[in-house]
């Protein structure tokens, strides 16, 4: 049986977002909202990871907000009650469109759902989409989300095996576009590492990337058979931003 810890770990893996990112996420919505309460102090999320405590009623806040789970979902993988808290009594209340803003999963549909290609959607490089949401096959319920302003979708060449089984050829990938700036940190497991989709002079790349000053690595997995690309930022590379939803590839319709 999955351990609290462990469901929330699963939760923040599935929308490919580091600790570090999390952490910051309620931190920043947190100023804006000129609430303290609601920031998820370094370290606290390894720490509710690994068991080693439970959430406060407005850390639970965010971590749904961030997350896109339910509030009472959180307090019921702790096993904690509506309205129990080790410091207040007072119900949370974090802006919903400032926690939007920073992140997305579409998880709010009812259910998993398959997106059926038209035949004039090319596969053949990975690129930035041109089509509209809604040519992709994207429900109404997750066109919204992409309606906020900070997303584009990306796709993955069907002979791209940069990212591997990470982000397998074939992919849409939703990008964040205002996480546009490579996060340097000590990786506890290639899943932590963000993956960013960039603009090259060679055309388009999903990938983990590394900076050097003004030096851009673009980094496969460790089985894809493409190379290390090294560009200079801003003249021969730029991030589009940060890959937060991969979906996998399914059958793609081709012309008859």
């Not at 979902?73 to 209340?93: C, D, H, I, M, Y």
């Not at 190379?227 to 996998?248: D, L, N, T, Y």
Request: charged share 25%; glycine share 6%; aromatic share 8%.
């Amino acid at each position: 049986m999955t351990s609290p810890g462990g469901w929330l770990r699963e939760r923040r893996e599935e929308l490919h977002l580091s600790r570090s990112g999390v952490e910051r996420l309620p931190s920043e919505s947190a100023s804006e909202a000129a609430n303290a309460r609601y920031r998820i102090r370094r370290g606290r999320l390894a720490d509710l990871e690994e068991d080693r405590g439970a959430p406060n009623i407005f850390e639970a806040a965010s971590i749904s907000e961030c997350y896109k789970v339910p509030y009472l979902a959180v307090l019921q993988a702790f096993n904690l009650k509506v309205g129990e808290s080790r410091s207040t009594s007072e119900s949370p209340s974090i802006s919903h469109e400032l926690l939007l803003s920073k992140q997305w999963s579409f998880s709010d549909a009812d259910r998993p759902f398959s997106l059926t290609f038209q035949s004039n959607v090319s596969f053949e490089a990975t690129r930035l989409v041109t089509e509209s949401a809604e040519e992709l096959g994207v429900p109404a319920v997750v066109r919204r989300r992409l309606d906020v302003g900070h997303f584009r979708l990306g796709i993955i060449g069907l002979n791209d095996d940069t990212m591997g089984e990470l982000v397998p050829a074939g992919s849409v990938v939703v990008i964040d576009n205002s996480h546009n700036t490579v996060e340097m940190g000590d990786w506890k497991s290639i899943r932590e590492r963000p993956i960013y989709f960039v603009w090259h002079e060679n055309g388009f790349s999903c990938s983990w990337c590394y900076m050097a000053r003004e030096t851009l690595f673009i980094v496969p997995y460790p089985t894809s058979h493409q190379p290390v690309m090294i560009f200079k930022i801003p003249r021969a590379a730029s991030i589009i931003g940060r890959v937060i939803h991969v979906w996998p590839p399914l059958i793609i319709q081709r012309p008859g």
